[in-house]
Structure formats: C-alpha cells, structure tokens
Antibody
Framework: QVQLQESGPGLVKPSQTLSLTCTVSGDSINSGDYYWGWVRQHPGKGLEWIAHIFYSGDTYHNPSLKSRITISMDPSKNQFSLRLSSVTAADTAVYFC?????????????WGQGSLVTVSS | EAVLTQSPATLSLSPGERATLSCRASQSISTYLAWYQQKPGRAPRLLIYEASTRATGIPARFRGSGSGTDFTLTISSLEPEDFAVYYCQQRSNWRLTFGGGTKVEI
C-alpha cells in the first residue's frame, strides 16, 4: 500500500521560507509511473493546487504561486519537497502531498494526512 | 485556466436518498475531470477520474458522468458514511484547479 507522510515545521515566521518534505513508501518516486504533487487547504476552505514534479525533473506550478515555489525530489530517500518563500498569514493552511496518476486530468490517488503550517510571528 | 463551479453548495438529504452533484467548467475540459470526497480532518479521497471511471475500491453507488463543460456525480443511495464534502478537479495545460465543493449533509 502506498503511503505518503508530510514533515516540516508547523510554525513559520512571516517573510521566511516554508519547507515541507514528503516521504513516500510502497512506491518509487523515480519509477516514472506517477507525478508527485502538493495541494493546500486554507482553514475551512477548499483545495488549492500548488505544484507537481515528475521523475524526469520536470516541474509544474500554480501560476499564482510560481515565483515563490520550489519543488524538488530526492530519489535516494524516496522523498520530494516543497519550499514556499516570503510567506504571509495567507499561506497558513494544511499542506498535503499526493501522488498523481498519469491519467487525463492528473488525478490524485493517494494522499498524505496533511501538515498544518501556521504563519505567525 | 478552467474555473470549476460546483452546485449546490449544500445538499441536505437523508440516508437512502439519491444525491446529484454538479460541476461546471468555464471552458471545455473534455473528460479531464476527477471527483473527491473529503471528511473533516481527513485528506481527500479519489472517487472518480476521467469523468466516469471509478477509482480502486469505490462502491458502485458512486457514478460520474459528463464531458466538455458539464459534469455530474451521482450517489444512487446515500449511506451514512457518504455525508461529506465533495470536490471536482481538472487539469488543462498544466493549470490544475478544484471546484469550491458541495457539502452533502443530513
């Protein structure tokens, strides 16, 4: 069974960089069979796509966040990571990592449990 | 980028009833649409992808239909565990968006 687990600080100061890592088990992020992505959910709100990465190193970003996002992967640890720079209170959210199928629409079939990140001084 | 509009925002039904949820895209997205179920404090669960294909382990009472700009998720007979929030999601030209959600409540 595929499992994803987010890890990282739960509290980040304004203007600093949010860093999260997703550790994958039960699948290899280097297989080329799936994309790997990040989605966030503001408290009490809907879902917002952040970015995707493929084993080839190709990355895809939400245009509204693109200038602040870095998504990367470490196949040796079977992990992929998200960095979001210059955070503000508006970046307070639950951050999910997820696996995406190569099917049309790139649906997310397995998700981490989510990691609440609060931006506050 | 295609904007997804879900309706209604809230659907009040009883167990055993049929639920019909709508998702409308601002431009044609072929069948590039997925549906998710989310319960409080949990990650979303994939129900349907490519508009009408049930994900692994999803009961047959969940049915997706539609193409182009109009899509529907139908739950034929609501079970107690189906009361949740449902989201649609699309990807076109690597602009991936979610709808605002429909809450199915008792």
């Amino acid at each position: 069974q595929v499992q994803l687990q987010e890890s990282g600080p739960g509290l980040v100061k304004p203007s600093q960089t949010l860093s999260l890592t997703c550790t994958v088990s039960g699948d290899s992020i280097n297989s080329g069979d799936y994309y790997w992505g990040w989605v966030r959910q503001h408290p009490g709100k809907g879902l917002e796509w952040i970015a995707h990465i493929f084993y080839s190193g190709d990355t895809y970003h939400n245009p509204s966040l693109k200038s602040r996002i870095t998504i990367s992967m470490d196949p040796s640890k079977n992990q992929f990571s998200l960095r979001l720079s210059s955070v503000t209170a508006a970046d307070t959210a639950v951050y999910f990592c997820a696996r995406s199928m190569l099917a049309a629409g790139t649906p997310f079939d397995f998700w981490g449990q989510g990691s609440l990140v609060t931006v506050s001084s | 980028e295609a904007v997804l509009t879900q309706s209604p925002a809230t659907l009040s039904l009883s167990p055993g009833e049929r639920a019909t949820l709508s998702c409308r895209a601002s431009q044609s997205i072929s069948t590039y649409l997925a549906w998710y179920q989310q319960k409080p404090g949990r990650a979303p669960r994939l129900l349907i992808y490519e508009a009408s294909t049930r994900a692994t382990g999803i009961p047959a009472r969940f049915r997706g239909s539609g193409s182009g700009t109009d899509f529907t998720l139908t739950i034929s007979s609501l079970e107690p565990e189906d009361f949740a929030v449902y989201y649609c999601q699309q990807r076109s030209n690597w602009r991936l968006t979610f709808g605002g959600g429909t809450k199915v409540e008792i």
